[in-house]
Every structure is written in C-alpha cells, then in structure tokens.
Nanobody, 120 residues
C-alpha cells in the first residue's frame, strides 16, 4: 500500500519560511521521483518542484530562487524548504510519486496535504 504523509504547513507572515516534509512508504520511495504540488483556493493544482531518485531538482518559475526540494533516501522523506514566502503561496501542498523524464509524470498517489497560509 502506498502511503504519503505530509507535514510542516502552518501560518506564516510574508517573507517567512516553512519546511514541509513528506514521509513515503519504503516500497515506493527509493525507486521513484517525487514531487510537490499545491492547490490554492479556487485554482487548479499546480506543480511546484520535483526531484529525481538521484537528487536532480526542477522548479516551477514561481518557486525558483525561493524553494528548495530535497530528499533523504535513508528516511524515505522528501522536503520542501520554502523561503521568502508570499501571500500567493497560500495553498494546500501535496507530495506525489512520479516518473522522472523530460517532464514529470505523476502517479495517482497523493497524501492528505498540508495547508500553508501566508499572511500579508
């Protein structure tokens, strides 16, 4: 059974930082790429960052220079360090398992999400 459990969200002021974590089932983590998505109120889900099995990272333009995705294969955990947060970063953040390639292909495995609210 595939399990993804996100944590680390919360309320932060503009310019603040948060670090999100996603613990994944051992059976899926080491073999796959991982990604962070977010869904803001009234908007579609969007890809924020992805990381390959060997640690190569890609970012959405909105995340470049502010967010850092990383993974700890020993702990089956992927992280999203978010700095210089803006009100437009307010969303529920989800981690995902996927296929690494020219573009990231998400598998249909999702956690419950962790909410991030950035106050102005």
């Amino acid at each position: 059974q595939v399990q993804l459990v996100e944590s680390g969200g919360g309320l932060v002021q503009t310019g603040g930082s948060l670090r999100l974590s996603c613990a994944a089932s051992t059976s899926i983590f080491s073999r796959n790429a991982m990604g962070w998505y977010r869904r803001a109120p009234g908007k579609q889900r969007e890809l924020v960052a992805t990381i390959s099995r060997d640690g190569t990272a890609n970012y959405a333009d909105s995340a470049k220079g502010r967010f850092t995705i990383s993974r700890d294969n020993a702990k089956n955990t992927v992280y999203l360090q978010m700095n210089s947060l803006k009100p437009e970063d307010t969303a529920v953040y989800y981690c995902n398992v996927g296929l690494w390639g020219v573009t990231y292909h998400p598998y249909d495995y999702w956690g419950q999400g962790t909410p991030v609210t950035v106050s102005s």
